[in-house]
Structures are given as C-alpha cells and as structure tokens.
C-alpha cells in the first residue's frame, strides 16, 4: 500500500527546460512534504519543503507546489541543468502515526545537454 | 565539516554472519535514524532514536539491533545475517523531528551490503 506515489519511474528533459517532477499521497493526515535529490552511490540530500499550510514554496530555481484537494504535489525545476540530473524523492510526513516520514520510489530525472 | 560519516561502504556477508554498521554524526543532532533502501523502493526505517540512551523501532525491524550510548554514534547491527537483508543501508540524523524547519534529515553516504 503506497500511500506516496511516484507515478512518473524517470523523466527526461532538455538544458534549461523546466522539470516537472509529481507526487500523489493518500492520507490526509500527512502534513508536511519534503523533496530530497540523490545521487548514484551518495546518500539523499535535502532539496526544499512544504507545510500542509501552504500551497507554494520556492527556494532559488525550485518550487513545490501543493494541492491539498487533490492530494497532489509537484516540484519544479526552472531552468534545469545537467547537475539536476539525479533521483528525486518525495516523502509525506505523518502527524497522526508517531511522526513517521513515508517515501515514494523516486523518480530518476535526466536533464540532456 | 563531516556530517554523518557510514562505514563500511561496502560489504558482503555470508549467510548466518553478524556485523555492525558504524554511524557517527558531528552535527550535536539529538535524533538519529537507519533506513534500508531497497532496489527500486523508497526508504523503509529501520530504527531511530531521539537521544542517547533512547531508541524505537521503525518499520521493519526484525533481524536489526541498535545502541545509542553517545549523541555522536548509532551503529546498527545485524544479527544473523539473511539474504533479505540484502539493501543499500542509510544512516540520517536530524536537529528535530515531526513537521517543519530542523526536521530534514542530513543522510551518510550509505553502506551498500550484500548477503550470499
């Protein structure tokens, strides 16, 4: 049972595109968001946050964006460079079940020269 | 400026063996934390703690043993050792824990582990 899902495995943009990475969670109780990149045979590092409180927060070329309606976030990267290339994880933390972190799969994002 | 040192880095182990994956924080976090990531999933936590002398377990525990007698260190170890076990192991350490700022998690380099 899946409860944050990213659908997308991997996703592959151009140079200075914008990357749209997504993710869908199912319980309501979740109440904060976290994205962390990861690099081949590095740990994760942290990337930006959002609280349930907000629907927007933006931090240099990253943006999360929240639709608490439709259990739905999204982080976007803009302009994306070839050092964004890496897997993203988005994690839900959950206020009702002793403060767990639950994470999605990941979704490997290629950004082509 | 070290943040959360793993070690080893790799590892194989044969069935039955025990071992302790090292783990060392410089970072005076209170709370500490062992995830396994398995190939294609997300992190599963393994154990965590909230200070020395405290610890609890996470999502999947069994076969897993940790101590936390300094703020600094929290080895993790393994008993018996099993090819489920077989997983990329992460260490983590935070400021905080819950929601909100102080709460993200700085992560070691992991400890890619083999059981045969």
């Known amino acids: 049972d899946q409860q944050v899902k990213q659908n997308s495995p991997s996703l592959s943009v151009q140079e200075g595109r914008i990357s749209i990475l997504n993710c869908d969670y199912t319980?309501?109780?979740?109440?904060?968001f976290l994205w962390y990149k990861k690099y081949p045979a590095e740990g994760p590092t942290f990337l930006i946050s959002?609280?349930?409180i907000k629907d927007k927060n933006e931090d240099g070329r990253f943006t999360v964006f929240l639709n608490k309606s439709a259990k739905h976030l999204s982080l976007h990267i803009v302009p994306s460079q070839p050092g964004d290339s890496a897997v993203y994880f988005c994690?839900?933390?959950?206020?009702?079940?002793?403060?767990?972190?639950?994470w999605g799969l990941g979704t490997s994002l290629a950004v082509n020269p | 400026n070290a943040g959360v040192t793993q070690t080893p880095k790799f590892r194989i182990l044969k069935i039955g063996q025990s071992m302790t994956l090292q783990c060392a924080q410089d970072?005076?976090?209170?709370?500490m934390y062992w995830y396994r990531q398995d190939p294609g999933m997300g992190l599963k936590l393994i154990y965590y703690?909230?200070?020395?002398?405290?610890?609890d377990k996470g999502e999947v525990p069994n076969g897993y043993n940790v101590s936390r007698s300094t703020t600094e260190d929290f080895p993790l170890r393994l008993e018996l050792a099993a090819p489920s076990q077989t997983s990329v192991y992460f260490c983590?350490?935070?400021?905080?824990?819950?929601?909100?700022?102080?709460?993200?998690?700085?992560f070691g380099q992991g400890t890619r582990l083999t059981v045969v």
């Open positions: 319980n309501s109780m979740f109440d904060y």
């Open positions: 959002i609280s349930s």
């Open positions: 994690a839900a933390h959950n206020a009702g079940n002793n403060r767990k972190l639950i």
């Open positions: 970072m005076n976090h209170n709370y």
């Open positions: 983590a350490s935070s400021y905080a824990r819950g929601a909100g700022r102080g709460t993200e998690a700085f």
């Open positions: 703690s909230v200070g020395a002398g405290i610890t």
